[in-house]
């Protein structure tokens, strides 16, 4: 799937993206809660980048935990970028946010941030040198001690293990009664649509992005999610 291919879709279902889901919130909602302890440190002003922010369900969240928090939402769907902005306005953070609607590369600033947001993002780019160049750029635009934290779906496909967990997490995402074509669909777009891959293989593609070691800090079902900040030693 191209990148017009996804903007297309997700375009499509921004109007009722967060009811759709909404039967996973408590999964989101935990790893919101341990997102603010992640960020927890971070100074009074801090200016956070939110790559691929979607609805802006993470900003939301964290705009009313720091009220003085700033942040630059990317999101190359225009719709959910809209429905972002309406979410902004209706509690009250809008003036702290700027809008890019676009990819990352294309983002033009001058801002270091204190520290990025990019959930479920980076398992939609399928090469793995792309997707290392990806949270290289997120890199670009930390300050020396920026910390990101990361979420992807994740596991070791074609292992017993993920056997058990695609069935577990299907039951968890999918319809009560979604047809057996509708979870076979499921299964083909986890090894063709979505780079699911080993949380350590992942781990590795950010380190290799000049990120320290990154720690697993949240799971549910195929979701992980990673905490890291910029390594010392990195060329920057």
């Not at 928090?69 to 902005?85: D, H, I, K, Q, Y």
């Not at 398992?123 to 300050?143: E, G, M, V």
Request: glycine share 6%.
């Amino acid at each position: 799937m191209n990148n017009t291919e996804l903007k297309a879709i997700f375009d499509q279902q921004a109007a009722h993206y967060d009811e759709q889901w909404n039967k996973t919130a408590p999964i989101r909602d935990g790893l919101l809660f341990l997102l603010e302890a992640v960020f927890a440190n971070l100074p009074a002003d801090a200016h956070i980048l939110s790559i691929g922010t979607g609805t802006g369900e993470e900003l939301a969240y964290l705009a009313r935990r720091f009220p003085s928090w700033r942040f630059t939402a990317v999101e190359p769907s225009g719709e959910m970028l809209n429905v972002c902005r309406a979410k902004a306005t209706r509690e009250g953070f809008i003036t702290r946010c700027e809008f890019h609607e676009g990819y990352l590369d294309s983002l033009v600033t001058d801002t270091k941030f204190a520290g990025a947001i990019c959930l479920l993002v980076s398992q939609f780019i399928l090469d793995p040198t792309a997707r290392s160049a990806f949270f290289q750029q997120i890199a670009d635009k930390l300050q020396p001690d920026g910390i990101l934290a990361s979420s992807d779906l994740s596991a070791e496909i074609g292992t017993d293990h993920f056997e058990a967990l695609l069935r577990l997490w299907q039951r968890v995402v999918a319809p009560a009664n979604i047809s057996s074509e509708g979870l076979a669909r499921m299964r083909a777009a986890y090894s063709k649509d979505v780079a699911v891959i080993a949380p350590a293989a992942v781990a590795d593609i950010i380190a290799a992005a000049g990120f320290e070691p990154p720690v697993v800090f949240y799971q549910a079902g195929l979701i992980h999610a990673w905490m890291t900040r910029i390594a010392t030693n990195a060329a920057r």
